[in-house]
């Protein structure tokens, strides 16, 4: 089977490697020294084209995920529901995050709790559910909250109605302070054991979430400052 012109890098380090290796082997049980001279040399040379091959490949790895981040960008866009009133999503400064399934409440008594389809970008944040149109699967937008430092704060893991993992945001719409919870935790009726667990990994979802968020926040107020800058 053929490589994949981006897994060649990969092979060629793990092989280079293999060679550094063997090298380091000879040197310690070489005993003369004008051999060991010349191996310390080319252990020096092999060493530095391992680490230059690294970083080769991690810049070739993190340039795959920024183009599979665009096409995912390109596919949710394709997926919004709206007709005129369509929400533009593909912007030139615009980067995809993360998604997930919550299920989300505005208030933390939770008499309304809606299962939202979740999008974080490196500006926004979108909550939809997913709707059909004749046969065709789309998206419609419920709620698209700005990333801005000044307008919304994030906590997390925080306990929805005292026992359930979830991340609370809090923002402005124009002059009202909303409240939103994202719930990440477990349904109550199951299993204790099965409970625990879900429990567990509901709060690992809230860390890692609360985490994203936050670095989104911190990335719009960069793209923010920037538009500032090329405005003056």
Known sequence: MLMEPSQRPSRIVLTLKEILRGIKEAAE???????????????????????????????IDE?????ERAERLIEIQTLIIGGERKLLLVEAHRRYIREGVFEVSTSEKGNKIDVNNVYLFND???LTQP??????FGLELKKKIHLLPDSIAVQGPVLFRGCTPSIKLTFQVGRKVRCLFLICGSDASKDTAHQEKEELAGLETAEEWTEAICTAIRLAQSVSRSREIHLQ
């Open 124 to 126: 926004v944040l979108l």
């Open 63 to 67: 340039r795959m995920k920024e183009v």
């Open 131 to 136: 709707s059909y149109v004749g046969l065709k």
């Open 29 to 59: 049980s070489e005993k003369d020294d004008m051999q060991l001279e010349t191996l310390i040399t080319a252990l020096q040379s092999m060493t530095k084209a391992v680490a230059a091959l690294e970083g080769v490949n991690k810049q």
